[in-house]
């Protein structure tokens, strides 16, 4: 038997790897150490209700455990046979209207198809023999002893793969144009320079199946003639950049990188390279500067890196994702992989579901799966009976998208069609207590703090529609202004530099098209809908319907708020408050009046 401890930033930041030490111990105190192994795996996916532990074969997944649940499940399951109902991740059918514990019919993960993910939850990503046990290295295997780099190259291609980084690109036809490429020397890039706000996909990727990730790159390296790749990844990833270490030792000590891989004359080696946080770095010639030790700064292109990437030499870069799909297609045909998704835009797609959903976590759906299912079913709606306003997708370079775009199905095409893009796969859900101005502002301030600088459109441009977005917040913005905006966004898209830039206006001119009328109730009515803008806002407590119960009182960080318990109806001084709405959150009679 096995009990299998998620071991992911998100869990381990809940103390799951103290679960491990308790589970231990306490297996150790009932005797049963020689009969379950205690193992730590990468993210199950539903963050939510972590730290996560699961117990197989029993298939048997439970939530939110903490230090004092171990022992219940230690003496109750594991010693007794009785499973810890409170804790089992459950769910209700829908036919039945049971309560239902089987993963296959629990919404979160019925609709979804774990292919990237397939091994995250499976296996322990610190031994790489966990990982030959699920097929491990059989891709890498197959095309040294059995393939052509060419018949890689037109079975990756075949598969309509493209790349999961953003863009979209055909994968086989990026490999295809530096196999064409006369050179002494190439490389393959991993760019795990995950930058999005919200995006935690090719982190957990890495986290849970570092090895996926190295056999992919091998196999790119031997299509196209490669002998040295990177891996670009930031150094605020701790635990994927110790497990990628690890994975490239153990992968070395099996001849698995090296030299004469399968004793097929083929070398190939990986080193890691550490980003500091850039976002900028996620663009691929801002990307090959830095590994090179310069500033991560864009150029021009083309040259595509394909040509003239590392050091000049013919690069091909592709995201965490993009790789981690890349043994499966070798293992098990173009045409399976094809045959998943849609025309178009084939296999499956991982998404960082976050923002105000009731199932915070990581999902991969198959291409062409409904927005709408992975918002409702499988992200579970917004929490609190708030009702949906936007889900924003392609994070700081994508848009929102709103209740009569749910329906569409998510895939390349059809997302830009709509105004966003895919990106990497953040996809942040928005409600009715988000205020979209507010949004675009968030974006564009990350965007004015990762620019390079080095072009003006961009440096400047940016500045001035965050200045322009603050005005609108506190309420000194004009309908005049906001044509003004609009004008300078499509500047801007015309003429950055790189890709940083040319998205940059994405969020304000996806907010402003579809949500026109919540700009304009700030520049004409000096009002925020949604009550996020400060200055926008008062507090007001109505006598009558206050019932001195002080709670205002006591949750006001500034002392604003005065009267007396059971005797005087409570007031707030405005010209203290710094409209904070503890108070407003606080009432529970609907006393606080927020105008």
């Known amino acids: 038997m096995h009990v299998l401890v998620c071991a992911g930033t998100g869990c381990t930041s809940n103390k799951s790897m103290e679960v491990i030490e308790e589970f231990k111990k306490f297996l150790a105190d009932y005797n049963l150490q020689d009969e379950i192994k205690v193992l730590k795996t990468g993210c199950f996916g539903l963050c939510q209700?972590?730290?996560?532990?699961?117990?197989?074969?029993?298939?048997?997944?439970?939530?939110?455990?903490?230090?004092?649940?171990?022992?219940?499940?230690?003496?109750?399951?594991?010693?007794?046979?009785?499973?810890?109902?409170?804790?089992?991740?459950?769910?209700?059918?829908?036919?039945?209207?049971?309560?239902?514990?089987?993963?296959?019919?629990?919404?979160?993960?019925?609709?979804?198809?774990?292919?990237?993910?397939?091994?995250?939850?499976?296996?322990n990503p610190e031994d790489i023999n966990e990982y030959i046990a699920k097929?491990?290295?059989?891709?890498?295997?197959?095309?040294?002893?059995?393939?052509?780099?060419?018949?890689?190259?037109?079975?990756?291609?075949?598969?309509?793969?493209?790349?999961?980084?953003?863009?979209?690109?055909?994968?086989?036809?990026?490999?295809?144009?530096?196999?064409?490429?006369?050179?002494?020397?190439?490389?393959?890039?991993?760019?795990?320079?995950?930058?999005?706000?919200?995006?935690?996909?090719?982190?957990?990727?890495?986290?849970?199946?570092?090895?996926?990730?190295?056999?992919?790159?091998?196999?790119?390296?031997?299509?196209?003639?490669?002998?040295?790749?990177?891996?670009?990844?930031?150094?605020?990833?701790?635990?994927?950049?110790?497990?990628?270490?690890?994975?490239?030792?153990?992968?070395?000590?099996l001849s698995l990188l090296g030299k004469n891989i399968f004793s097929s004359g083929f070398d190939f080696d990986i080193e890691i390279r550490l980003g500091a946080g850039a976002f900028v770095c996620g663009e691929e010639t801002a990307l090959i500067h830095s590994i090179e030790g310069k500033r991560g700064m864009p150029t021009s292109k083309p040259p595509f890196p394909a040509i003239s990437g590392v050091w000049g030499k013919p690069t091909i870069i592709n995201n965490v994702e993009t790789f981690a799909n890349i043994p499966q297609i070798i293992r098990n045909g173009s045409e399976w992989f094809s045959?998943?998704?849609?025309?178009?835009?084939?296999?499956?797609?991982?998404?960082?579901?976050?923002?105000?959903?009731?199932?915070?976590?990581?999902?991969?759906?198959?291409?062409?799966?409904?927005?709408?299912?992975?918002?409702?079913?499988?992200?579970?709606?917004?929490?609190?009976?708030?009702?949906f306003k936007a889900v924003q997708t392609g994070g700081p370079s994508g848009g929102c998208l709103t209740e009569q775009d749910l329906d569409n199905p998510i895939d390349f095409d059809t997302l830009v069609e709509l105004g966003s893009m895919m990106g990497s796969g953040g996809m942040i859900v928005l409600d009715e207590s988000n205020c979209m101005v507010d949004v675009a502002r968030f974006y564009m301030d990350f965007i004015v703090e990762e620019s390079c600088g080095k072009c003006s459109p961009c440096r400047i441009g940016t500045k001035r529609l965050l200045e322009m977005l603050e005005k609108i917040a506190d309420g000194e913005g004009s309908l005049e202004l906001l044509d003004e905006m609009e004008d300078l966004c499509y500047k801007i898209k015309d003429t950055a530099l790189c890709g940083l830039g040319q998205t940059a206006p994405n969020?304000?001119?996806?907010?402003?098209?579809?949500?026109?009328?919540?700009?304009?109730?700030?520049?004409?009515?000096?009002?925020?809908?949604?009550?996020?803008?400060?200055?926008?806002?008062?507090?007001?407590?109505?006598?009558?319907?206050?019932?001195?119960?002080?709670?205002?009182?006591?949750?006001?960080?500034?002392?604003?708020?005065?009267?007396?318990?059971?005797?005087?109806?409570?007031?707030?001084?405005?010209?203290?408050?710094?409209?904070?709405?503890?108070?407003?959150?606080?009432?529970?009679?609907?006393?606080?009046?927020?105008?």
Request: aromatic share 8%; charged share 25%; hydrophobic share 35%.
């Open 49 to 123: 209700k972590g730290p996560i532990v699961a117990i197989h074969p029993d298939d048997t997944f439970y939530c939110h455990v903490g230090l004092e649940e171990v022992r219940e499940i230690v003496e109750e399951h594991l010693y007794k046979g009785r499973k810890v109902e409170r804790l089992e991740l459950s769910d209700i059918d829908e036919e039945t209207k049971e309560k239902v514990f089987d993963l296959t019919k629990i919404r979160f993960y019925a609709k979804q198809k774990r292919i990237a993910l397939a091994n995250c939850g499976v296996i």
């Open 135 to 253: 097929d491990g290295y059989l891709a890498l295997g197959k095309a040294l002893l059995e393939m052509t780099p060419l018949e890689v190259i037109e079975e990756i291609s075949a598969s309509g793969l493209r790349g999961r980084g953003g863009g979209g690109f055909p994968t086989g036809r990026k490999w295809r144009f530096a196999y064409d490429q006369q050179s002494d020397e190439k490389y393959v890039v991993c760019n795990a320079d995950e930058g999005d706000p919200g995006a935690f996909m090719d982190r957990s990727l890495l986290e849970g199946d570092p090895h996926s990730i190295l056999e992919a790159m091998a196999i790119a390296a031997y299509a196209i003639g490669a002998n040295h790749g990177y891996v670009y990844i930031r150094a605020e990833y701790p635990i994927a950049v110790n497990r990628l270490k690890i994975a490239i030792n153990q992968a070395r000590g």
């Open 339 to 387: 045959a998943i998704g849609t025309k178009k835009s084939s296999g499956t797609k991982v998404f960082a579901l976050g923002g105000n959903i009731t199932n915070t976590g990581l999902v991969e759906v198959p291409m062409g799966t409904s927005l709408r299912e992975v918002v409702y079913e499988i992200g579970g709606g917004c929490p609190n009976n708030k009702e």
């Open 507 to 595: 969020p304000i001119l996806s907010t402003l098209g579809k949500f026109r009328s919540e700009y304009e109730a700030h520049v004409v009515d000096h009002k925020c809908p949604a009550g996020v803008c400060k200055k926008l806002l008062s507090y007001h407590i109505d006598e009558e319907a206050c019932r001195k119960c002080s709670l205002c009182a006591q949750k006001c960080p500034v002392d604003a708020i005065s009267g007396t318990p059971g005797k005087i109806p409570y007031v707030i001084d405005t010209s203290i408050c710094i409209k904070c709405g503890a108070c407003f959150e606080a009432c529970r009679f609907e006393a606080v009046e927020r105008i």
